[in-house]
């Protein structure tokens, strides 16, 4: 059978990535332009400095990411990009330059939906993919969801009520004056900590009204580790070890009410948290729990890449489902797609 190979452009917030995937999910290259020492300085990402890099680094990406594969434009089958959710400008700049060349290159254009591609970043490099339907967490810094997915429909069986888990682990290291992006860092922190040291609220302050829901929320944990900070004279790697098991907790017990409402036979774990040592100890210990086979990105899939844009349009290459020139960006809804 002959190859085909995808190229996948990523510009959702603040990284360039442009990558070559063939349709057996191995990754030719990737190459991303990252802009988060730029960002570090404000402490967060600065959209309208995000798309002013992306306009600079886009098309110098695909041309690394081609050489690097040892391909040309001729060997490329289909251009994906990702269209939505994301920061606007960001987002109008990837989607410009996929417009572009499939326009001057003549090749077909697919549209990809960012949750998507982090669902798809867990089959790179893998043989074989989830059997439908399978429970999807995503887990980043725009998301905390729990998805589940079958062959033609996909339904949101819970998300969170307020931050997404890898904006409170940035909010509390930039609280606590660690730096940024704080998901790594408190990580990395945790490790050497204490996490029975410092007592913290499971979800809000009423914990029953919310057992029976899947629901994530974060801010109450979130305020209690302020309060610790504001009292000072903190152990930091035990209140950062705390932190991460109470988050990490909280994420568990609501994969075990979705598994306790359904039968699965897979769990697909992804997203910029996902490279968390607490979340992936965490899923494996479901997994083999429940019986059930696990996917997840290798660690350097887990944040935004191009790889993962072209996976995730793999399913829509093989059936021909391809996105007109028209087609828009969205921050957040859905927009029109195809047609
Ligand atoms: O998926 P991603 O690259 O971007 C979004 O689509 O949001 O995720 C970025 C998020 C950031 O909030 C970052 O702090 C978090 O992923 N993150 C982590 C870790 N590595 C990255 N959070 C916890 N532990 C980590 N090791
Ligand atoms: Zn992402």
Known sequence: ?????????ESSCDDTSVA????DFHVLSVKTVSQTSVHRLFGGVIPEIASRNHLAWVIPAVDAALKEAGKTKDDISAIAVTN???????????VSAAKGLALGWKKPLIAVNHLNAHIASAFLEREKRPEFPYLSLVVSG???????????????????????????????AKMADLGYPGGPIIDKMASTGDASKYKLPYLLKNNNKYA???VFSFSGIKSAVKRFLDEGNVDMP???????????????????????RKKYTAFVVSGGVSANSAVRKMAENIAS????????????????????VAAAAMPDFFKGNFSSLDFDVAPTVRPKIHG
């Open 238 to 260: 035990s209140l950062m070890a705390s932190f991460q098991n109470r988050i990490v907790e909280l994420i568990e017990r609501k994969v075990k009410l979705a598994l306790s």
């Open 212 to 214: 029976d829901e899947i």
């Open 84 to 94: 939505y959710p994301g920061l606007i400008g960001s987002l109008l700049i990837g």
């Open 1 to 9: 059978m002959s190859e085909n190979y995808i190229l996948g452009i």
């Open 142 to 172: 725009g998301h905390t969801s729990l998805i589940e997915i079958s062959e033609d429909e996909r339904t949101v069986l819970g998300e969170t009520m307020d931050d997404a888990a890898g904006e409170a682990f940035d909010k509390i």
């Open 289 to 308: 729990k429940y019986g059930l086979a696990l996917y997840m990105p290798e660690l350097k899939y887990c944040q935004d890449n191009g790889a993962m």
């Open 20 to 23: 070559v995937v063939s349709s």
